[in-house]
T-cell receptor, first 119, second 113 residues
């Protein structure tokens, strides 16, 4: 089945620095990748949708200059948290949509998540 | 956009009892409804899903029911076991195109031995 590899699994950084999170589709081409953020004891909230070859679409309230999303190729999408602050500490997870929605494959593939702690 | 409400937020049961989690959705265009189990610090794991052309689906101890008219769907776990303890999320999406999933707020299920 489809696999999305996400790295790093956890990272600790200092306030003001930037952190890059990568999601790679290993056995399929992902033209779209969804990026979610999950605070402790809360649900997954969509931050943005990345599309290969075009600009990412951000959800309302998400700062596009702070959360830089790049879909560099059909197998790589990255999220860079710039000038990180403690309030950015969260669990970030990517997800590729079903590879053949019309064909009955409805399964979304999730990365393993990245625990970001900003100190 | 889609809004998914999930209840209860926490559910405690004794081992062997049944557990039921309920969700409602707002967008009548949604036609795919998965349920995920998430353990602390890990990715959501799909446990069962249902499409809008089906009213019920069962997989061993887990079942999901869907009422399109009322726009609600439920997860039923029978003969619960301690290892069923986790956070469960319902979600909704449209299967056409590349629609994102909209998640409910989650239910923390605790199964006591």
């Amino acid at each position: 089945g489809a696999v999305v590899s996400q790295h790093p699994s956890w990272v600790i950084c200092k306030s003001g620095t930037s952190v890059k999170i990568e999601c790679r589709s290993l056995d399929f081409q992902a033209t779209t990748m969804f990026w979610y953020r999950q605070f402790p004891k809360q649900s997954l909230m969509l931050m943005a949708t990345s599309n290969e070859g075009s600009k990412a679409t951000y959800e309302q309230g998400v700062e596009k200059d702070k959360f830089l999303i790049n879909h560099a190729s059909l197998t790589l999408s990255t999220l860079t948290v710039t000038s990180a602050h403690p309030e950015d500490s969260s669990f970030y997870i990517c997800s590729a949509p079903p590879q053949s929605p019309g064909g009955g494959n409805y399964g979304y593939t999730f990365g393993s998540g990245t625990r970001l702690t900003v100190v | 956009g889609e809004n998914v409400e999930q209840h209860p937020s926490t559910l405690s049961v004794q081992e062997g009892d049944s557990a039921v989690i309920k969700c409602t959705y707002s967008d009548s265009a949604s036609n795919y409804f998965p349920w995920y189990k998430q353990e602390l610090g890990k990715r959501p794991q799909l446990i069962i899903d249902i499409r809008s052309n089906v009213g019920e689906k069962k997989d061993q101890r887990i079942a999901v029911t869907l009422n399109k008219t009322a726009k609600h769907f439920s997860l039923h776990i029978t003969e619960t076991q301690p290892e069923d303890s986790a956070v469960y999320f319902c979600a909704a999406s449209m299967s056409s195109g590349y629609s994102t999933l909209t998640f409910g707020k989650g239910t923390m299920l605790l199964v006591s031995p």
